[in-house]
């Protein structure tokens, strides 16, 4: 994978795009994995001890909100609430921290399938 430069960021396939965000969704995850993934690393960045604590008042404020009651009735402000949210939050985490748990939520464990016989084999009548 080539480092960042200053006109862009290294996108998941190690391609360097102008103006690229860092946080990069996963070409071919699609729309609920995209999502899952969002939901995991905002889960994993409120455990991790070096996101500022006031940050992580962000993501429990935009849930205060969409649990309390509003005056303005409808789904809309409520997703754009929510997206707003999460992204600001995603942001203003040191980007370290984030590239971090990304890593580890994408990261593929490489190894090999085999099929154990039984210890047992099953007896023929």
């Given at each position: 994978?080539?480092?960042?430069?200053?006109?862009?960021?290294?996108g998941?396939e190690?391609?360097?795009?102008?103006?690229m965000?860092?946080?990069p969704?996963?070409?071919?995850?699609?729309?609920?994995?995209?999502?899952?993934?969002?939901?995991?690393?905002?889960?994993?960045?409120l455990?991790?001890r070096?996101v500022?604590?006031?940050?992580?008042?962000?993501?429990?404020?935009t849930?205060?909100?969409?649990?309390?009651p509003?005056?303005?009735i409808?789904?809309?402000?409520?997703a754009?609430?929510?997206w707003l949210?999460?992204?600001?939050f995603?942001e203003?985490?040191?980007?370290?921290?984030v590239?971090?748990?990304?890593?580890a939520?994408?990261s593929?464990?490489?190894?090999r399938?085999?099929?154990?016989p039984?210890?047992?084999?099953?007896?023929q009548?």
């Amino acid at each position: 994978m080539t480092a960042p430069d200053e006109a862009g960021s290294t996108g998941p396939e190690g391609i360097i795009r102008p103006g690229m965000s860092e946080n990069p969704i996963v070409p071919g995850g699609g729309v609920v994995q995209g999502l899952a993934q969002r939901i995991k690393l905002i889960l994993r960045l409120l455990a991790d001890r070096r996101v500022n604590p006031l940050v992580k008042l962000i993501p429990i404020g935009t849930l205060i909100y969409l649990v309390w009651p509003d005056p303005i009735i409808g789904p809309i402000d409520d997703a754009a609430a929510i997206w707003l949210g999460t992204y600001l939050f995603v942001e203003l985490c040191p980007p370290e921290v984030v590239r971090e748990h990304q890593e580890a939520l994408t990261s593929v464990i490489e190894g090999r399938f085999r099929e154990v016989p039984d210890k047992d084999p099953p007896k023929q009548t």
